[in-house]
């Protein structure tokens, strides 16, 4: 199963730092294994200025779905996108941001993950 996530681009976080701070946790890889993408989810039209340094495509490890699904899956995903994030944010500044996850169902059924401002 494989998941896109864009940054908005408040958050000014590169796909290339994520990936890179992703890649590097262990805790991280052995759920997913993260590449930038140029392309967009086939069918599921984006803000350009979500997709303008390319999507990061997480290929989320079969074996981790073989009896976890769903909220689970999701939830755990979810934390570990705050944290990779956060901590790529307090490296870059002072304070460590509030950030938001969200899960949008695609045409096809996959989902792209958006990284928000908190609120926004």
Same mark, same amino acid.
């Given at each position: 199963m494989d998941c896109h996530?864009? =940054?908005a681009p408040e958050i000014q976080v590169s796909s290339g730092d994520f990936v890179a701070a992703w890649n590097?946790?262990? @805790?991280? $890889?052995?759920?997913? @294994?993260?590449?930038?993408?140029h392309? %967009?989810? %086939?069918?599921f039209p984006l803000d350009p200025e979500l997709t303008r340094q390319g999507l990061v495509l997480l290929g989320i490890v079969s074996t981790f779905l073989g009896?976890?699904?769903?909220a689970?899956? !999701?939830?755990e995903l !979810?934390?570990?996108l705050k944290a990779k994030v956060k901590e790529i944010?307090? $490296?870059?500044?002072? !304070?460590?941001?509030a950030v938001d996850? !969200? =899960?949008? $169902? %695609?045409p096809d059924g996959a989902y792209l993950i958006v990284v928000t401002k908190e609120g926004e």
């Open positions: 996530i864009a =940054f590097d946790s262990a @805790e991280c $890889r052995d759920l997913a @294994e993260a590449r930038i993408v392309h %967009q989810p %086939q069918g009896g976890v699904v769903g689970v899956l !999701k939830d !979810k934390d570990l944010l307090k $490296r870059m500044r002072a !304070k460590e941001p996850v !969200k =899960f949008v $169902r %695609q």
